[in-house]
């Protein structure tokens, strides 16, 4: 062949692979240009809900990430979100395959984190009829319980405020799931052993602690050239130990006292579904991981509120003395008749979250939202933080904390909606939207309203304006947490009488 037909042949099938490489493009949401091969994998150095705070202010409501080939979508208003993952929930339902959490840490039965598939749908079945509205009335006793060894803490010494939460809603879980004493202290062996645990589920999460998740091949190295696997071995052992201990008092506790225990509940209905011993230990441990630090990072940004907004503290006062009273604390009878209050506990579940941002879907099929196209295998995630400012769902002044957005339109009919009845999304979206979501909103309802009637809250420090120094309540420490950063405070009884109260109650309660 001639070298001008050489080159001409060349050019014509240069252009043709061109023209059907432009044809084919997929649409996929708009999103930053990425490099050969490993795509956006830089811009993971930094925090995650920075970046995607940063891009959700670039792209809008939807954007893309690949990631070494991986997809990734983020949500980033409430149409956006409730469209993909509540309306084609059928599609974006499963969890991204995690090895370390499911092959090495437990047996699979890890309720938040593994793909839908017939396992998760009985454990979350169990799970949901053991956790349901009525249900989490069993609790009430250890909620206030709890609470008044926490106002008794605080008013003693308020230097370990986060640390005393972490300590409150452990100790409930700890009694309520498995009939465990109340916690005295932070070295108690369950506490201790459990915590150990939750930061270990936590660092198989975050990604980039274990290349295994990269290069799945690496599992099958032997353990002498793979020490995290001996690593893991060890936990795992200790791990199953506790919990199946845990798990058998619960059963035996609820069998001895008549009294009623989460463990005791899931066994009964476990048995029926046919799952394994094994499938309810690890299911204990997942929903223990989903159900403490949840609850006391959002306590964490009920005490910041409080403070921010000393406007919104008095006014709450003001209606729980006008209910309730002062002779007696506020009882879930009285929930009904404390609009304002249950509104500043809505509004804090709008405005931050434990996961800000999101806890991710995984996609089984393609779908689409507005001609974009959100492939399968996708990790699809809805980005709390920015939702929280959809201006259109949550009105003008989205991004600030305000109750009586619930009183003024400003949540209209359709977020109504769009979040059942509720005005916020702070419990997820579709199929794996929140299983604990009536435990934990009636923990925040019954412990915030302890809290409110008993103290007054303040910053430790104020400026000399008498102002309040704290925090931005725009930045979030590195990482996932969803919780504030540090700042200290200060609280005092509201009324004298208050103790006497306090007192007569804790006597009242089981121990
Ligand atoms: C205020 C406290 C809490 C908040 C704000 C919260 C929020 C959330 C969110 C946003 C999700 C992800 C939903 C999604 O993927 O669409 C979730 C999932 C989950 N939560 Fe909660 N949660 C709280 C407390 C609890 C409690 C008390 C429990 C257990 C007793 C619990 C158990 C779970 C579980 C097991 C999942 C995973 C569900 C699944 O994948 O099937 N959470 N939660």
């Not at 839908?116 to 349901?132: C, F, G, M, P, Q």
């Not at 476990?270 to 949840?294: C, H, P, R, S």
């Not at 109750?403 to 109504?416: A, M």
């Not at 008498?466 to 405070?489: D, K, M, T, V, W």
Request: hydrophobic residues 40%.
């Amino acid at each position: 062949m001639s070298t001008p037909l050489v080159v001409g042949v060349a050019f014509v099938a240069i252009l043709t692979w061109l023209v059907v490489r432009s044809s084919t493009k997929k649409p996929y949401p708009p999103g930053p240009k990425g490099y050969p091969i490993i795509g956006n994998l830089l811009d993971l150095n930094t925090d995650p809900w920075r970046l995607f705070a940063n891009l959700a202010d670039k792209y809008g409501e939807i954007f893309h990430l690949d990631v070494v080939g991986q997809h990734i979508v983020v949500l980033n208003s409430l149409e956006a979100a409730t469209e993909v993952l509540d309306r084609h929930s059928s599609a974006t339902s499963s969890r991204a395959p995690n090895i370390v959490l499911q092959e090495y840490m437990t047996n699979g039965t890890t309720i938040g984190f593994m793909p839908y598939n017939e396992t998760w749908k009985k454990v979350r079945r169990i799970s949901h009829d053991a956790l349901t509205r009525v249900a989490s009335v069993n609790y009430d006793n250890l909620r206030v319980r709890e609470s008044i060894v926490l106002i008794d803490a605080l008013l003693q010494d308020s230097s370990e405020w986060q640390e005393q939460l972490k300590k409150e809603f452990a100790s409930i879980t700890l009694s309520g799931f498995f009939g465990y004493p109340a916690l005295t202290s932070f070295d108690d062996p369950a506490f201790v052993g459990i915590y150990d645990f939750v930061e270990r589920v936590e660092k198989a999460l975050t990604p980039g602690n274990y290349v295994v998740e990269f290069i799945p091949f690496l599992k099958y190295l032997p353990v002498s050239l793979a020490k995290w696997k001996g690593d893991l071995n060890v936990s795992h052992e200790k791990d199953y130990a506790l919990f199946r201990q845990l798990r058998d008092n619960g059963v035996g506790f609820a069998e001895k006292s008549g009294r009623n225990s989460l463990a005791a509940s899931l066994a009964a209905d476990a048995q029926k579904m046919g799952l394994t011993i094994d499938d309810e230990v690890w299911l204990l441990a997942l929903l223990f991981v989903g159900g403490t630090d949840t609850c006391s990072d959002m306590m964490q940004w009920f005490f910041f509120t409080m403070i921010a907004h000393p406007d919104v503290q008095r006014k709450a006062q003001e209606e729980l003395d006008r209910v309730v009273g002062r002779s007696r604390t506020p009882t879930r009878a009285d929930l009904d008749h404390l609009p304002y209050f249950t509104a500043v506990v809505r509004e804090l579940l709008r405005y931050r979250s434990p996961a800000p941002i999101g806890m991710p879907h995984y996609s089984t099929e393609d779908s689409w939202y507005k001609g974009y196209l959100i492939p399968k295998n996708s990790i699809v995630t809805f980005n709390q933080w920015a939702i929280t400012h959809d201006k259109e769902a949550f009105g003008e002044d989205a991004a600030l904390f305000n109750p009586d957005r619930y009183f003024n339109g400003s949540v209209g009919s359709e977020t109504l909606k769009e979040t059942k009845g509720t005005g916020h999304h702070g419990f997820g979206f579709g199929k794996r939207a929140c299983v604990g979501r009536y435990f934990a909103e009636d923990s925040l309802n019954l412990i915030c309203a302890q809290i409110l009637w008993s103290l007054n809250i303040e910053a430790k420090h104020k400026n000399e304006k008498g102002e309040p120094i704290l925090p931005s309540p725009n930045e979030l420490p590195p990482g996932f947490a969803g919780h504030p950063l540090p700042f200290e405070i200060q609280v005092n009884l509201r009324f004298p009488d208050a103790r006497v109260v306090l007192d007569n109650l804790k006597e009242s309660l089981p121990a």
